[in-house]
């Protein structure tokens, strides 16, 4: 009986962690949060490249609660949004970051979009959120300077600082996090769990690995192994600030093109009560290329070498060109504002930092529009955490521990 208790020590001690996070963005932070609450005494360690948490998507995105109008009833989307912006509310309010819920306007500016409106005012009932439906003339209760034809107001909406819930979830964790870990290498054995080296040269061992890489969660399943049927092409989002913030008052939102799982060049006043214009979405040459400066020829290769690129570009070639348009003209790109905001002038938007999506997209040139977690042995890969996973990120950290856990159960091994 000794016998087998200090082998089962020396197992144990062969490993540095029971789960080893890769990405220190709001899902793998959450993720460690989760466990760290539901089963005290599991070590986690979340290893991140950067200096930091939340230095990709999650501290470059337009700081919006999404409130869940637009996703498909039943889809992880709709479950995780609906339930992850109250609970965010909340946390946000334990936490005291910064946050308000301000409600958003959706507004249809061409008579094509009305059908689209109204159906997204059903599909936002039957996720059970109470939607009010206004004519034209009712927008300016809500937002004066705003024109169009009919809109909808969600209430729930609201607004906060994902970057400052990223450091809060890393600080009450009790996960050790180790910053400028990036990992270049995952070797994965049967009954060994799975190590990883860092670039520095460090060898982490746990006993089962949770890929959280944002945008580089397809090559972190590859190098563990895992064929993700999936590779992100990353989509960059550009956004101005408006000089004049008083032209807005909160959130308005055009009615989303149902071909693509972005939303739309949308008008944001932050927690800051600065107001955002964006993000537009465009190929990035780099998957962390916030500019058209920053190009990256081995990932760019890796794109161009994805069938489904050319899929998507043959399909999408059109609205393609014109988001190019818009990126590369600031006038082309102030004249699209001014169908929702007929004030707004070209010296009125003012460049600010960009942010990439980490897209999925499958062989058949499939944007995946859900949340896509896979799982293997000893590993969990979340390979599409888009828009609304900055909202949904405590339910969804919740489902990625789970799925993590149950593979340290005799069972799950
Ligand atoms: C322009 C834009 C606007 C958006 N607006 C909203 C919004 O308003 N509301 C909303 O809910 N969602 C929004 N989103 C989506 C949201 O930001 C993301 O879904 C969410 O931040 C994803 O979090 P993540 O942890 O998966 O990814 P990330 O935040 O990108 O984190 C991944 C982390 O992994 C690290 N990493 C990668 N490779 C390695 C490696 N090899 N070793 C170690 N570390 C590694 C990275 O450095 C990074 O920190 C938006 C996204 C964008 C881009």
């Not at 959120?129 to 969600?154: K, S």
């Amino acid at each position: 009986m000794r016998e087998v208790v200090q082998v089962t020590q020396v197992v144990a001690r062969s490993y540095d962690c029971d789960v080893l996070v890769v990405g220190g963005g709001i899902v793998g932070l959450s993720t460690a949060y989760a466990i760290g609450r539901a089963t005290p005494g599991t070590r986690v360690t979340v290893l991140e490249k950067e200096p930091g948490p939340a230095r990709h998507q999650t501290g470059r995105n337009s700081g919006v609660i999404h409130s869940g109008i637009y996703y498909r009833p039943g889809s992880l989307k709709a479950r995780y949004a609906v339930r992850g912006a109250a609970e965010m509310v909340k946390f946000c309010a334990e936490y005291d970051i910064p946050h308000a819920v301000t409600g958003k306007l959706i507004v249809a500016t061409d008579r094509e979009e009305l059908p689209r409106l109204h159906a997204l005012a059903q599909r936002g009932r039957e996720n059970g959120l109470t939607v009010r439906e206004l004519c034209g003339a009712q927008i300016a209760e809500y937002e004066p300077e705003v024109d169009g034809l009919a809109a909808l107001h969600v209430g729930t909406t609201g607004i906060c600082d994902f970057g400052a819930v990223a450091r809060r979830l890393a600080e009450t964790s009790g996960a050790e996090i180790r910053y400028g870990a990036r990992v270049v290498r995952v070797d994965r054995r049967p009954g060994r769990g799975v190590a990883v080296l860092t670039a520095d040269g460090d060898i982490v061992r746990g006993r089962v690995l949770v890929n959280c890489a944002g945008l580089h969660c397809d090559e972190i399943a590859r190098r563990t192994g895992d064929e993700p049927g999936a590779r992100i092409v990353p989509f960059r989002g550009e956004y101005y600030e408006l000089a004049r913030p008083e032209l807005v008052r909160g959130l308005v939102y055009p009615v989303p093109d149902p071909a693509f799982p972005f939303l739309g060049v949308h008008l944001t006043r932050g927690v800051d009560g600065g107001v955002h214009v964006g993000p537009n979405a465009v190929p990035a040459l780099a998957r962390e290329g916030y500019d058209w400066r920053t190009v990256c020829p081995r990932e760019l290769g890796a794109t161009l070498s994805w069938p489904g690129s050319w899929q998507l570009a043959r399909r999408h070639w059109r609205y393609g060109t014109g988001e190019l348009h818009r990126s590369l003209s600031k006038a082309a790109f102030a004249r699209a504002v001014r169908r929702l905001l007929p004030a707004v002038r070209e010296d009125d938007l003012v460049p600010t930092a960009a942010g990439v999506r980490a897209q999925a997209v499958l062989r058949d040139g499939t944007l995946a529009d859900d949340f896509l977690i896979q799982e293997a042995p000893r590993a969990v890969h979340v390979l599409n955490a888009p828009s609304p996973a900055a909202t949904a990120s405590l339910p969804i950290g919740r489902e990625i521990a789970r799925r993590a856990m149950a593979q340290l159960t005799p069972e799950g091994r």
